[in-house]
């Protein structure tokens, strides 16, 4: 066969929207986990793109069939245990470099009846979904992130815009009290050694990352949308020290002050209209420093 | 002019998606609306559509505006009774037949934070959508409809599916335990002498509403979903006696038992493929009886 | 057992969202379908609500097989026949009064290659999605409603807006010349004994109507939305007369002339804005007068 | 002020979904445009993050008013030209090292009518989005890409899938015809001498690559999706010395064959379940050897 022009690249394929829901039943009450997964691997597929020589490829129907059936018995922990578990199996292939497992866990909560939560109905609040990114190499380093998606947050004082640059293209004035309100995406990276321990406890570590980015999030004054990021990223780092670095990516979603004026009516911030279109977007990491 | 071929039938007109964010700005702490509304008018509108003649024809551009104009100082009770503040207005206009007025408020709670629950952040649970459905005719009779949208719930027991009919088309097995899954919408109709009286408390009646709906879904056992739309009207209607009716569109969000033999696992009601496509779908209405 | 105190009020069941695609093989080229379809049956389901009980019940999963089962070998002509078909079927059940069946068709066409159409590779284009809606009563009696929905239109001219009602929370400048954009649902009824005619021609009767909506659309000055419907509808029943009734709901999908003058520019009518959030929305029918 | 423990990492910040239109009205027909732009903006930005200093901050608002500004005159040619001019400009800011800026360009097709093409009136085909990705440097270095976006295809044969690995978990059968169905999304980076060439046809290029595509995509045997990627890649650029690469991200929607046979039926290749959810997802770049 001639050499081709061509060389293959970066590549990976797996299996996407994986819909996965279990159920434990104890003795006085069920559990319920509602996941949707996805496994994607990269290794030495090349034949397979090149040939047409599926020799060594593991079928996407097959890290299917692997999901289900490791969910009937070791889906008992955090999110990021059972994305560890899958990657390791699918990291051990000969054919595979790098396994990646992301995970998002939508939450469910008890039923809250007359007689108290339900032991066996649940209702699905949005305040989130839970992510986790993990990637096991053939050699078994890991990573693993975590975090939190579709947050959808809002301030209502505390926040303001000024001195930003003035251009022949600016219009916006300045502005020391708005509204800030945003659907953000948090995601935090362990650090490897840490994450690498039997039995860390993610779970309680989120808990921890969660509490810090609500708090913070409500209490401190925002310059600017970056300096938001700045402050919540530190926050969280403070109160969970396993975590090397946390990433945000915060749209900005616009309230705008409606004028009432030609209804002889004033506004003092309390009517708004709630635009996606167009919104910022600031995305930025903060890193704890090596000699930190 | 000549006579037309054509005659105009059933016809409204209005605005749709106004989005709308109130916010009061107490002495400790900030209180957080968030709406979407619709307005709809049915009247006199011939001359607009037959001749091009909009004489009378109130612009939709002035129906949003006259919201957010509302809103500056009467947006403080439930959706129900600024949703009948709003219709009133538009019933006002000679040419108006009918205003419809429809309401999604989308619930936001304070953030919790280590110094407790925030005075000016909120974050947005996803539970339901509270819709209001209102109608005022010219004369000022009114209709009332309430109603939960978007509303995600599970049974894992305590619902089955046996003795239906078996045909030649017929594979599905009958089964005494499975989930039940839905994504409901609920709405319900005020008796219009109820809704009528100053003061009635919609959002205590809603509030009766949910309650009863909650614990009814969670403690009933479902022989189908039909006779669970049945069984949870009823609770409704018991809790809330100023309801006439309560409507229920419900679908079935299948999960399907995963078929785990082939690793050698059994699979006793544990692990699921959660799905949309396709669904059951029952829609059904339950009345009080005039001599109830 | 005790009269209850409610009463079974309107009630329909069926299967949603049942996704179907076809390939009829044939000796020189493939031809594709693809149907979304849903099957609502309305009758004798008083027992299944108020007492739990099945007899008589079709089930749901029943309803989906047979729709794929007739997609074997009678989905070879426009989505009405096949959706008559379906009706008819489900409505010689005994239990059952009325059996409807709602399709929406995907169009697909054929891959432009090199080499002329492809036979057997296809992609998908969006100009607007076909819909039938057909009800079928157990004595044999039908209803035929055809559509045409997503239908996005643009028109750049010929749009005006003027003499309209101005009140206090008016602020709608009146213009002469406006972009007016639409994702259209236009719906129309046949005349029964014409859609009961053995071999009656829907897919030649759709291609006229949307010949004529095309034409209308893009050829008639626009007053308003109303007036543009009450244009289009004639048009379509002028072209179609086997058609009794057409309905348009029509989304007015706002273009805001963007102000360029901070810029030191004009705006003839050049730069908009496109929005979706909040739009007018017009909803009319417009019918064939009996005797014209 | 103390040195913090953190450092900032990776950040943009930008605007993103402007919604943009344009009509030029020329003598004897409209011409349109209807685009969604994203700026970001890269560079000396930390103030505003770690002090909450402004200073130098461009607002995203200035961004949204300078794309309106620049549409006004400067919209004449592909969307590739009006990306490099708008991130030309962003990138002359002292304090910016690269300026990205995302366009998805959405198709219009004028409206065909009984009296030929209409002159100002437009529907909107859903083929694909055209997608633009470019980044210039403070210095003035381009890297410009270009695709093509939610492009849904399908083959009804020519495409199998057979010789894969066989573990404990696959249960897969081998399938030597089957339906390949897609939502691919297809980019593709130009030589950088190419794309700076004053003048470069990116239209034409765009022309090129979207035939090859299509023809490839009809008329290659598919072993697997990644042998598709490989070959439809190598065919754009045989067709387009300009490219330097050609990514594919390339989800497989599964066609599941419905077993007939329950119902007395067999089903060869004909009916279909079309699902969405698990897909496969198949990524995947294909570059020219540097001594192609």
Chains 1, 2, 3, 4 share one sequence.
Request: hydrophobic content about 40%.
């Amino acid at each position: 066969m001639p050499e081709s022009d061509y060389e293959l690249g970066e590549n990976r394929y797996g299996k996407s929207r994986i819909r996965l829901v279990t159920v434990r039943r104890g003795e006085t009450q069920h559990d319920l986990r509602d996941l949707t997964v996805a496994v994607a691997l990269e290794g030495d597929f090349d034949a397979a793109h090149t040939h047409g020589d599926n020799t060594g490829v593991i079928a996407t129907d097959t890290m299917k069939n692997t999901v289900y059936a490791f969910a009937r018995d070791r889906l008992t922990g955090p999110p990021e245990a059972f994305a560890l578990e899958l990657a390791r199996h699918f990291a051990g292939y000969d054919v595979v470099d790098k396994a990646i497992v992301d995970i998002a866990e939508h939450p469910w909560m008890r039923v809250p009846t007359d007689a108290g939560p339900a032991p066996d109905a649940f209702h699905r609040p949005g305040f989130f979904t839970r992510v986790v990114h993990v990637a096991v190499s053939h050699s078994g380093a890991i990573e693993v992130e975590s975090g939190l998606d579709d947050m959808t947050l809002m301030k209502t004082t505390k926040s303001a815009f000024t001195g930003f640059d003035r251009d022949r293209y600016t219009t916006l004035a300045e502005v020391d009290d708005r509204v800030m309100a945003t659907k953000m995406r948090v995601t935090w990276g362990y650090a490897s050694d840490r994450a690498s321990e039997a039995g860390f406890d993610f779970a309680a570590a989120g808990d921890r990352v969660g509490a810090a980015l609500r708090t913070s999030f409500a209490e401190h004054f925002s310059p600017s949308v970056q300096a938001s990021i700045w402050i919540m990223a530190g926050a969280i780092m403070d109160a969970e020290p396993s975590i090397d670095w946390v990433r945000m990516v915060l749209p900005n979603l616009h309230h705008w002050t409606v004028n009432l004026e030609p209804f002889g009516l004033d506004n003092p911030g309390q009517v708004f209209v709630s635009t996606t279109e167009p919104h910022g977007l600031i995305d930025a990491t903060v890193r704890r420093r090596a000699s930190g």
